[in-house]
């Protein structure tokens, strides 16, 4: 029972991270994508302040 043991750990921990990394890669891709999209939409707060004073 004890030499099978570790065995059992091993395979379950395996199974665990072959079901785990894909969401953990879909998470990681969605924060990435957020942090993009809040980038972008602060230089268009910049651009927009810019805009108004040029043409304002």
Do not use: C, D, W
């Not at 379950?12 to 891709?29: D, E, G, K, N, Y």
């Not at 999209?37 to 304002?56: D, P, S, T």
């Amino acid at each position: 029972m004890t030499q099978t043991a570790p065995v059992v750990t091993t395979q379950t921990a395996l199974v665990t991270m072959t079901q785990t990394a894909p969401l953990i890669r879909v998470l990681i891709t969605s924060a990435i994508i957020q942090e993009v999209l809040l980038r972008i939409a602060h230089l268009n707060a910049k651009e927009m302040v810019l805009y108004q004073r040029i043409f304002g």
